[in-house]
Every structure is written in structure tokens, then in C-alpha cells.
């Protein structure tokens, strides 16, 4: 019989970044006995690496914004596919959740007034992102991570969930291994909180780190939650392309919103071919504007003129990148050139972007406040996840709540800079009153040792067989599979070897072999963490065959542009009896008090 | 164009192991991160060792290269003298858990016990006002990472095991950064004296010199908080003030 430590708790919070932690807070205020799991340390979490900033419409820099804007801007950039009550409660909220964050020790950068300053980023109208220069991921989980500490809150670092139980429909436990021991916990919990970000990690060139796995998205599928608009992934324009070794590293939408410019190998700057027709009046049209545009903002001043084409939303631009390679006239390492270094002076550089100088210094021997980068599309982010009802952040499975990245939603079919990290508090705050709530009203539900031990039966299984597969070339192969099949542009037959492929991917993932203890064993974690890859990358596949057209972070190369048709349904994945099922699901309806700021879009 | 470089390798659990020798083929732009994934990929799957964001963010990735404290993903091999066998070791003020990791948990104990940030009351609009040149000092301290360099490389913690009586570095820092925060009304001058015993410090400033946010932890951090406390409890006429005072 397996060994494991049993804990109770009212609520359980999966993930501690940003929309873990501001559960837990949440939680643990309203008296909730809460307790937040960690793949990693805390205050390591993904958060840490948001460099640009919170989007909140505070009207610190500009008080034409409202947060009707915000609305209208993140639906537009979400091609209208958002929940429309999701981006209507995170435009309404975010001012005070940022606040709620400086009333914590935040330390934002200042307007001349000393308010919280904010910044101008791809697709929002008004500079409405709060900031710390280019780490503001960082001031945001610090803040949370010293707050959460002083709270009600038990922590649990570097321990990995591996499965969900349910009682009578309900959600009651979850089965978690620490990583430092490899010995097993069993969480009996009232209602469980997902908060563990997106699944990156499935392809090859990526900003994400290890953790992102897709644990969440797959632990809820497996308990029988639905997923929604799967197919849409965000491919950040600007990723590093050299040295290979740091191929997909971030680099800051920052740069472009301080009026870095890309050019082609030609030195031409591309992105004014590229203008899509719904945004023509959002942009400028000539460089001279553009250029105006920079030198307001560069001097403090509430832009006059319309922004440069480089603060397209993300689809756009990475998408561009893309075609100019595709053309011939990428910079040297496949990518294109972004310029800062003759748009603004080398100190303003190293303090509006003091990561991206120290990152481009020590990494590439880049020097940014005298050549350009070279940069290329990476995958960043999934629009895509867990289904849950806006108010309360609640899945369909009772008990289960998801937050952040994980859940879906909020962001339709491409996600705007700076509306992740207020999506986090907005919605990690809901989700930890929503569970606190839930668990008021229930009582922890019956597990049998039965279903824990055949659980961890299943986790130690890669450990019993002689023989078997490395991890880690299962691993490498699945993402460059997703890459090529799955990525930034697709294609129907693409796609239908991607799922054929898949199954294969599955069983070897179900046949990995691993040596050595189970304490702090990397080739173990990577083979859990495999498990979940594969049902987001089926999920992935799958709604993105369905899907023929072409819309935010999803690009068919067979359906090039828009379709009416699918502009009015999400797809929604759901599990029947262990297999993959696809719905198409009309779009809520917009009720008419905000039909008009959508239709102005 | 591709070469190998002979890597020594820290492996073993709980402080009993050795450096073991890994050849290993290595490209243009590697860093020492880079090798240890390559390692774990074809040689040895459970080589144990923290990494999150590979790009200097998030301080996961600690340990001693060539003797030296260092991130392993902003360590670039090609300014390693690669003549000579590289070594990999694990930070060695904390306890050994298995190859590179170490048992970092005293730290988050430590900011355990520091009083959390307290704000003054907000302005009558709901807002809070301060100025970008009064936040400039503590943002430096806010750079932290927490990859606890600074803490495996300061003496009183290495050498002389003081972490019952002393925050070190990294915590000095943020009690450095509440302290200079314009908005917080709290006072930890005793708790910086004898909690946190700032006054163990003696200004070698190796955390300085190993910090890869360069923070000027003992300069701008250190430095203030002693002479705050040496202003409150050794001030010559301060203290006659007290005696007099029957405080």
C-alpha cells in the first residue's frame, strides 16, 4: 500500500503567480482554511517575467481613457470572440486592484503628479498600463508573495498536483507529489482554485519555462470540466532568435511601446505594408506621424497623432514578421530588426528598459542602446483554457474554479499586451472569494484510499518498466511536432497528422522510462508534466482543424481571412468517457448597453 | 561550430557526493544552464537542479560556477576559460538537498518576521502620492530576485553559520526598502538592530560584487541601516537624553 500525508483544507489554490496568490489572499481574508501548491519556490512563478505591465483604466496618464475603452479595445483585439462579461468586469475592476496593490507596498513608476504612472502598449487606445520599468511581473508577485505570507495561508513549495478527485459530481481532493522528497500528499479540499498558467511548453520556440505544462487545463479536462477557444495561442512577435540557446526569450512590447521600430534586412520598416483594414484608422499612416507620436510620448505629453504601426495588436505583428522572413528579408538569424537604439537616447533606454539592455548585454553581446535586435515570433500565451463563469471564476465541474491564464475567456481570440497581469488580480480575486464562498456551504467529500493509491500507482509506473523512452526526447519531439504542425500559420492536413501524431505521442508518454529516486528527479517531474502536454496539445490540434478561417491566434493558411460564420461561435471541448469532443457554442449575446462600444469597434 | 568541454558536475544527496566528469558537446552562445539541460537530456535524466526563466528573472538557477555564485542561466560559457574543466557546485550555505539544489526554506522564514509593509493613510481622493525621485532608492532594493547569491556568499552565513541571529543580505535589502518606502509608517529599527543584527556586517561587500541585479545592497542598503540604528541607540547625547529621560 502507497504512502501519503493527508491535509484538509477549505480551499485549495493550485499555482502561486500572480492569479494563485491573489486567490489565496482573497481566500484566506474571508476566513477561508486555505492552502497554496507550487511547481517551484515562491515569488519564481511565471508572473515574474510580465515586463511591460498591468493594464487598468486609472486615467493616471491620460484621462480621456474610461473603462469602456479598455472594454472596447480588449474585445476588438479579441476579434469579438471574448466573454463579454469577463472583459466587462476586468475593465471595471482593474483600477482598484492595481491600487489595492500599491495599498500592499507595490512601488509603480510616478507620473510627474506622483500617481501611478502608465505607458502605451499594442491595441490600447490611452497609456494605460501601470509599470516598474520592464519588471513589473516582478514588483506584482513580490507584492503578493509578502502579503500572502502574513495571511491565513499554508504553503506547499515545489509540489506538484498530478490528479483531481470528485465525490457525487463535486470536487474533493487532489493528489500531489512533492518534488524536493517525491513522497505523495493527498489534499481533501471543499473547492479547488486552478491558477497554474498556460502549456508553452508543448512547442519548441517559447517564452514559457518548464512549469508550463498545462497541468491546469489538463487536470480539469480530466475531471470532466470543458475547455474553451483551445485553438487560439498567442505568438508574441518579439522573441529572441540568437544565440539558439536563448531562441523565444522574451523581449519587452515595452520597446516598441518606448518607439522601437522593426525594419527588414532592407532597413525597410514593414509593419506600414501590414496595417489591417479594421485598424486603418487606429495607426499612423506616414513614418512622420509615427514619428510624432514617439516624440509626444518621449516628453511626457498626451499623444496628439496616431501611434505607430508597431503597436498593432500582437497577432498582427507577429504574423508580419513572419511573412517578411518568409520573403527573404529577415535579419541574418531568421527574425527581424527592432530598433531602439536610434529612436531614443542610450539613458533613457537603460532606465525605461534596464532588463532588456542587461538581457541583449549578457546573452546575446547585443548592446540595445547601439545596434538593433533581432527578434522573431515565440509562443507566449493561450487565449485559451478552462471555461468558467465570469462572476465567480467557477468551472463547469462544481468545486472548480480556474483563474489567470488557465481560464478562458476574457481575451477572445488574441490577448492585449498588460491585460494578462490585471486579468490575474482581477479574476484571481474572484476566484478566491468564488471558492471561499462555495466552501462555505459544503462539507469535504468521501475519497477512498483506493482511488489515491491507484492514482500514485499511475505516477510511479515509469519507474517500474525495464525499459522505455527518455523523457526529455519524447519531450523535444512533441514540440517540434506542435511547432511545425500546430504553430503560428496552420494547415488543415498539418493539423490531421498533428492529431494521428498525437496518438502515437501518447502512448509513448504512457511507456517513458525513469531512473534514479524519486527525490528531486527532473526526468520524473518531466514525465508527470508530459501527460498534461499531450491533452493540450490534442486540444489544441483539434480546435484549431475546426476552426477554418483565420482570426487573432489562430492562422489557417487553407482560410487566409475572416469567416462570419465562425465570428459568432467558440469552440468548447469536453470529455466524454476519456475521449476528446468537440461543440461548437454560439457567442453569449452583448446585451445593449455595451453593444455600442463593441460596435464602434 | 561545435566543441566539447569537460564539466564537473556536483552530484550526490544531502552534502554526501562528488564532482563527477560530463563531456559535453557545446554551441555558440551557451550558457552554463544550457549544459546542464544538455547533461540531463543524454547522460543523466535525474540531475537535479532549479531553473524557471532562463533569462535572469527569477533567480531560480543559483549556484557556484568555478567557485563563484552565479545565475547559471546568464553565465556564458564562452567567458568561461573552457582550457580548463568547468565545475558546477550547489550554494553552500544552505543545507544540501540533491546535486545543485539546496534547501533554501530559512529564507522565506527570515521575511517571515519582518513587519509587513504599513501604509500612512491615503490622500482624500482614495490615491497615494509619492514621487518618482523619492521611489528611485527603493526600487533598487525591489530589483531583487531572490536567487540568495548575496546570502551564500556573505561570511557571517558561510563561514560563521550566524543565521539564528542574522537576515543577511538580501533581507537587510528589504527591510531597507520598507523603511525608505515614502508611505510606510512602521518602525523596525529594533528589529533591524537585534532581530536582524545589522550590525554583523562588516562591509566586505561580496554581496554587492555577486547581486546580478547590481543592487548596491551594502552601499545604498547596509550603510543607511546602520547608521539609522547607530543614530537611535549609540548617539553619545541621544543616549544621555535617555538615561536622563528614564527611558
Given at each position: 500500500m502507497a504512502n501519503f500525508t493527508k491535509h484538509e483544507f477549505d480551499v485549495l489554490v493550485v499555482g502561486a503567480g500572480g492569479a494563485g496568490l491573489r486567490a489565496a489572499i482573497e481566500s484566506a481574508a474571508l476566513g477561508a482554511k486555505t492552502a497554496v501548491v507550487m511547481?517551484?519556490?515562491?515569488?519564481?512563478?511565471?508572473?515574474?517575467?510580465?515586463?511591460?505591465g498591468a493594464a487598468a483604466?486609472?486615467?493616471?496618464?491620460?484621462?480621456?481613457?474610461?473603462w469602456q475603452t479598455h472594454f472596447r479595445d480588449t474585445m476588438k483585439g479579441g476579434k469579438q470572440l471574448n466573454y463579454f462579461r469577463m472583459a466587462e468586469l476586468h475593465a471595471k475592476e482593474a483600477p482598484d486592484r492595481i491600487q489595492e496593490l500599491e495599498d500592499w507596498g507595490a512601488v509603480f513608476d510616478r507620473t510627474p503628479s506622483g500617481l501611478i504612472n502608465q505607458r502605451n502598449f499594442g491595441g490600447?487606445?490611452?497609456?494605460?498600463l501601470a509599470h516598474v520599468g520592464d519588471r513589473t511581473g516582478l514588483e506584482m508577485i513580490r507584492t503578493l508573495q509578502d502579503k500572502v505570507v502574513h495571511m491565513n495561508a499554508e504553503i506547499f513549495m515545489e509540489t506538484t498536483i498530478t490528479h483531481l478527485f470528485k465525490t457525487g459530481g463535486k470536487i474533493s481532493g487532489a493528489l500531489a507529489y512533492s518534488r524536493t522528497t517525491g513522497e505523495f500528499h493527498l489534499f481533501r479540499a471543499k473547492a479547488i482554485v486552478l491558477a497554474t498558467g498556460g502549456g508553452g511548453?508543448?512547442?519548441?520556440?517559447?517564452?514559457?519555462?518548464?512549469?508550463?505544462?498545462g497541468d491546469g487545463q489538463a487536470l480539469a479536462w480530466r475531471a470532466g470540466a470543458e475547455l474553451l477557444d483551445m485553438e487560439f495561442i498567442q505568438f508574441?512577435?518579439?522573441?529572441?532568435?540568437?544565440p539558439l540557446s536563448v531562441r523565444g526569450t522574451l523581449v519587452t512590447e515595452g520597446v516598441r511601446g518606448e518607439g522601437g521600430v522593426l525594419l527588414n534586412k532592407d532597413g525597410r520598416r514593414f509593419m506600414f505594408d501590414y496595417i489591417p483594414e479594421a485598424f486603418k484608422n487606429d495607426v499612423a499612416a506616414t513614418e512622420q506621424e509615427a514619428n510624432q507620436w514617439v516624440a509626444e510620448v518621449a516628453a511626457g505629453k498626451r499623444a496628439t497623432v496616431r501611434r505607430p504601426?508597431?503597436?498593432?495588436t500582437r497577432d498582427v505583428v507577429a504574423r508580419s514578421i513572419r511573412a517578411e522572413v518568409q520573403a527573404?528579408?529577415?535579419?541574418?538569424?531568421g527574425g527581424a530588426f527592432l530598433d531602439i537604439a536610434t529612436r531614443r537616447n542610450a539613458s533613457d533606454i537603460q532606465r525605461k528598459l534596464p532588463s532588456m539592455y542587461h538581457q541583449f548585454k549578457q546573452l546575446?553581446?547585443?548592446?540595445i542602446t547601439k545596434e538593433p535586435m533581432e527578434v522573431g515570433p515565440t509562443c507566449?500565451?493561450?487565449?485559451?483554457g478552462i471555461r468558467v463563469e465570469?462572476?465567480?471564476?467557477?468551472?463547469?465541474?462544481?468545486g472548480l474554479f480556474a483563474a489567470g491564464?488557465?481560464?478562458?475567456?476574457?481575451?477572445?481570440a488574441n490577448r492585449l499586451g498588460g491585460n494578462s497581469l490585471s486579468d490575474l488580480l482581477v479574476f484571481g480575486r474572484r476566484a478566491g472569494w468564488g471558492a471561499s464562498e462555495y466552501a462555505k456551504k459544503e462539507s469535504l467529500g468521501a475519497l477512498s484510499d483506493q482511488e489515491v493509491e491507484a492514482a500514485i500507482a499511475e505516477n510511479l509506473s515509469c519507474f517500474g518498466r525495464s525499459s522505455g523512452e527518455n523523457p526529455y526526447t519524447v519531450h523535444r519531439e512533441l514540440q517540434d511536432m506542435m511547432q511545425d504542425h500546430v504553430g503560428i500559420v496552420r494547415i488543415e492536413d498539418e493539423l490531421k497528422t498533428a492529431l494521428k501524431l498525437l496518438d502515437e505521442f501518447e502512448k509513448r508518454v504512457q511507456n517513458v522510462h525513469v531512473s534514479g529516486?524519486?527525490?528531486?528527479n527532473p526526468g520524473w517531474n518531466l514525465a508527470m508534466d508530459l501527460r498534461s502536454m499531450i491533452v493540450i496539445s490534442r486540444a489544441i490540434a483539434l480546435a484549431a482543424l475546426e476552426r477554418r478561417e483565420s482570426r487573432g491566434g489562430h492562422s489557417r493558411i487553407d482560410y487566409p481571412d475572416y469567416d462570419k460564420q465562425f465570428s459568432k461561435i467558440n469552440h468548447i471541448i469536453t470529455n466524454d468517457n476519456g475521449k476528446m469532443v468537440l461543440r461548437a457554442a454560439a457567442l453569449p449575446v452583448v446585451p445593449e448597453e455595451l453593444k455600442k462600444f463593441v460596435e464602434e469597434a | 561550430m561545435s566543441r566539447s568541454v569537460l564539466m564537473k558536475v556536483y552530484r550526490g544527496e544531502q552534502g554526501k557526493g562528488g564532482l563527477l566528469d560530463y563531456n559535453v558537446p557545446i554551441d555558440d552562445g551557451m550558457v552554463v544552464l544550457d549544459v546542464i539541460h544538455r547533461i540531463q537530456a543524454t547522460?543523466?535524466?535525474?540531475l537535479a537542479c532549479r531553473w524557471n526563466?532562463?533569462?535572469?528573472?527569477?533567480?531560480?538557477?543559483?549556484a557556484e560556477v568555478n567557485g563563484k555564485p552565479s545565475l547559471m542561466c546568464m553565465?556564458?560559457?564562452?567567458?568561461?576559460?573552457?582550457?580548463k574543466p568547468i565545475t558546477v557546485e550547489p550554494l553552500q550555505t544552505f543545507p544540501h538537498v540533491r546535486d545543485l539544489v539546496t534547501d533554501v526554506s530559512w529564507n522565506y522564514t527570515i521575511n517571515k518576521k519582518i513587519v509587513p509593509f504599513t501604509p500612512r493613510p491615503k490622500d482624500a481622493d482614495g490615491k497615494q502620492r509619492m514621487y518618482q525621485y523619492e521611489v528611485d532608492r527603493v526600487q533598487e532594493f525591489r530589483k531583487?530576485?531572490?536567487?540568495f547569491l548575496c546570502q551564500d556568499v556573505c561570511h557571517v552565513l558561510?563561514?560563521?553559520?550566524k543565521h539564528e541571529e542574522f537576515a543577511g543580505p538580501r533581507f537587510l535589502a528589504r527591510l531597507a526598502s520598507l523603511e525608505m518606502h515614502p508611505l510606510d509608517v512602521a518602525d523596525r529599527l529594533a528589529h533591524i538592530k537585534?532581530?536582524?543584527?545589522?550590525?554583523?556586517?562588516?562591509?566586505?561587500k561580496c554581496c554587492t560584487e555577486v547581486c546580478p541585479e547590481h543592487i548596491h545592497i551594502t552601499d545604498n542598503a547596509i550603510i543607511p541601516l546602520k547608521e539609522r540604528v547607530a543614530d537611535r541607540y549609540y548617539d553619545p547625547l541621544q543616549m544621555l537624553f535617555r538615561v536622563l529621560g528614564g527611558k
Open positions: 511547481k517551484s519556490l515562491l515569488g519564481k512563478a511565471h508572473t515574474v517575467m510580465a515586463e511591460g483604466a486609472m486615467r493616471n496618464a491620460d484621462d480621456r481613457d474610461s490600447h487606445t490611452y497609456p494605460r511548453k508543448a512547442f519548441a520556440i517559447t517564452s514559457n519555462s518548464w512549469e508550463y505544462s508574441h512577435p518579439t522573441g529572441m532568435v540568437w504601426p508597431e503597436l498593432l527573404g528579408r529577415g535579419s541574418p538569424h546575446a553581446n547585443v548592446d507566449h500565451y493561450m487565449m485559451g465570469a462572476e465567480t471564476a467557477m468551472s463547469t465541474v462544481p491564464e488557465v481560464a478562458a475567456g476574457l481575451h477572445g529516486a524519486r527525490a528531486y | 547522460d543523466a535524466p535525474d526563466c532562463k533569462a535572469g528573472k527569477c533567480g531560480s538557477c543559483s553565465t556564458r560559457m564562452d567567458t568561461l576559460d573552457q582550457s531583487c530576485i531572490e536567487c558561510r563561514n560563521h553559520g537585534d532581530g536582524a543584527s545589522v550590525g554583523f556586517c562588516n562591509i566586505t
